[in-house]
């Protein structure tokens, strides 16, 4: 008994047919390439976009191969998991979205290579859909808030005094859907206000500063929205 299940672990191995592997190689180079595409388009990554992707087609392949060759033997795959198990990564990854894509493109590897093709197209696709919608979603959001929300910021050369204070408030309230209260600073030389404000129109902004500036002299506003816009 001990003989036949050396024999088995020794023996049985699967004839790779070649084209059928050349066939899963390209099905995983296009579709890696396509995931390489959506990260370097949608990813909010910080990092080096471009050189980071770079892998995501090698890495497919390789994880094709691994599976290929230890799907086609049994001794060969309880070897692989026994070398893999002293094999310790320590790439940084800084962001939990480039580990999404890793997995996406292991996966595709994967399933290719069990040659699972028609589940793994399918599981890739919608995967990448999901990513473009909710990419497109958040990207909208973001340029609605960035386009509506201003930190305004005036700094004076003097004490600030309780009518200044009440008159910046009274144009800010005429020109504005909403006119949050951040902070305040008075000393006897300088002082400073800050708001977040949402202009009524992309004109009142200018309104806005033009009635502070004829009210108010000897002050200097700022406007940001992500960078900073002095007026």
Known sequence: MEKNLSNFFLNENIEINLTNFATNLIVVVILSYLIKLIYNRYS?????????SKIFVVLGITTCLVITIVKSSLALSLGLVGALSIVRFRAAIKEPEELVYLFLVIATGLGIG???????????????????FFSFFSTKKINKIDLN????????NKKISNEVFGNILIILNRNCKEVDFVSMSSEKKEGSIHFEIFPNSAKSISIINKELNNQIKDLKIIFSRKGNISL
């Open 44 to 52: 909010h990554s910080l990092s080096n976009k471009d050189y980071f």
């Open 149 to 156: 929300v201003f930190q305004l910021s005036i700094i004076f």
């Open 114 to 132: 069990a040659n699972q093709v028609k589940i793994t197209i399918l599981g890739v696709l919608v995967a990448l859909i999901i990513i473009v």
